[in-house]
């Protein structure tokens, strides 16, 4: 029997639907799903139908697109219970629902939750990839992440096919090979994931000004997601900047536009250099058109992309993220809003920490002055202290530049007056006085800088 025949008849052999795929899960599990658009659709769906004949099935998902419907089947029956790694808009409202949970963590430390034998138990990984090619290897597409760690944690394996997920070239621990599988579930190949350009606003090209003013010809790229992003985005693929390079966990669209622009060689670089290195995508078609089977690409485990010593490694390394709230002491709250959970952790530490450690490296928290809150009524971001329940995602003493509408502030080696004064002089004027007497009741404030801060921001 020649090799291609062996693969065809194991493939064979392993193939099923999704409602016998799931008959191998029983009460008391734990049930990894994937990564983003890899979680598995066909199989969550079919798992949540024997919602009335399991009890106490922990589900573990990483971003599901859309809502999973383990957590919405259950209904407080205590069926399943579905926790995530970083939330989607539609994780917000099952948590909102009380239909989910979260799990604190730090990106880069993901794979070896898996790894530490006694840390986490996987009973059943299920997860979407893309069809098996020649060779026997099923391709992560674009979730890597720490697929291969959850994976080889695994007790059973399934994986759900889905053809219009792109071939993400490695790296490391793109794929998995159909010896280590268990079951293959062939899907209907419904079109994955893909997000439009978000709106950028006039305050975010405000503030992409202030950041790309700091970026030098060479520079490591690392861009969060949204509008502000996408505003710096476009603001490099205009400028003269040259042989920028990526080292990301997320490739965005914003990164596509800066590559056909010319800005982005990666030339530059001294891990990888040549190649956009990512551990996930997220946006546009094009995007995944842009990265299916491009070797300028690599997708690498967070385990490798997140690691504080690769970040480091390229020089000039600039990372921007954003914040939801930052308080007077320079801490920067990004994942909740009181007891409200919103998003996560991610690798906002693991980029604000590396950039600042990479040889010319700077690191930047961005975020509007102020929000207007469903009342109506309009609140700074830049806040004395956080309410109750809201989350440290960055200490004050990981905090370098943070950087609203009104400027740019850099915290590193200023003491707590000197930082409540700098941020002050980037909160919005409205609420300067406001902050400034919160300030002195915090015993951080030196009187005789008043009029200099207020005259300074103005």
Not at 266 to 277: A, E, I, Q, S
Request: proline share 3%; hydrophobic share 35%; net charge negative.
């Amino acid at each position: 029997m020649n090799f291609s025949s062996k693969i065809s008849r194991e493939y064979q052999s392993k193939l099923t639907n999704a409602e016998n795929a799931v008959q191998v899960v029983k009460s008391g599990d734990w049930v990894d799903y994937g990564a983003f658009a890899t979680n598995p659709d066909l199989l969550d769906a079919a798992l949540a139908k024997r919602v009335d004949e399991l009890q106490d099935v922990k589900v573990r998902s990483v971003t599901f697109p859309g809502k999973a419907k383990v957590a919405t089947a259950d209904k407080g029956q205590g069926s399943f219970i579905y926790n995530n790694w970083h939330f989607s808009s539609g994780d917000r409202i099952n948590h909102d629902n009380g239909n989910g949970y979260y799990i604190p963590f730090v990106y880069n430390e993901g794979p070896s939750h898996y790894e530490e034998e006694g840390t986490l138990r996987t009973d059943v990984c299920m997860m979407r990839t893309t069809p098996m090619d020649a060779f026997g290897n099923f391709n992560f597409g674009v979730g890597n992440s720490f697929q291969r760690a959850i994976l080889e944690n695994a007790k059973t394996i399934i994986i759900e096919t889905n053809n219009t997920l792109p071939q993400c070239l490695g790296g490391t621990g793109e794929s998995i090979h159909i010896s280590e599988v268990d079951y293959v579930v062939e899907s209907d190949n419904k079109p994955i994931l893909t997000l439009g350009a978000p709106p950028i606003t006039e305050i975010d090209e405000k503030i992409a000004n202030y950041i790309v003013s700091e970026i030098r010809d060479g520079a490591c790229i690392q861009l969060g997601i949204g509008g502000l992003p996408n505003a710096v985005g476009n603001l490099i693929s205009q400028s003269d900047l040259k042989d920028l390079g990526v080292h990301t966990e997320m490739l965005a669209d914003s990164y596509l536009q800066m590559f056909k622009t010319g800005r982005i060689t990666n030339l530059k670089k001294t891990l990888d250099p040549g190649r956009m290195v990512y551990t996930f995508a997220l946006g546009s078609q094009d995007l995944y058109d842009f990265i299916d089977n491009n070797p300028k690409c690599a997708s690498y485990s967070v385990g490798y992309t997140n690691n504080l010593a690769n970040i480091s490694a390229n020089d000039n390394v600039v990372s921007i993220n954003n914040a939801i709230e930052v308080d007077l002491y320079g801490q920067v709250s990004s994942e909740s809003s009181g007891f409200r959970h919103i998003t996560g952790t991610g690798g906002q530490f693991d980029f604000a920490y590396g950039a600042y450690h990479s040889k010319g490296g700077k690191s930047f928290i961005c975020l509007s002055s102020t929000v207007t809150g469903k009342d109506g009524v309009v609140k700074s971001r830049i806040r004395p202290i956080f309410d109750p329940g809201s989350i440290v995602t960055l200490p004050r003493t990981i905090t370098q530049y943070v950087v609203t509408e009104y400027g740019k502030v850099n915290l590193k080696g200023k003491s707590t007056w000197e930082r409540a004064e700098a941020l002050i002089s980037i909160a919005h004027p409205d609420f300067r006085d406001e902050l400034i007497r919160e300030a002195q009741d915090m015993k951080i404030w030196v009187n005789r800088n008043r009029k200099d801060c207020i005259n300074a921001a103005a």
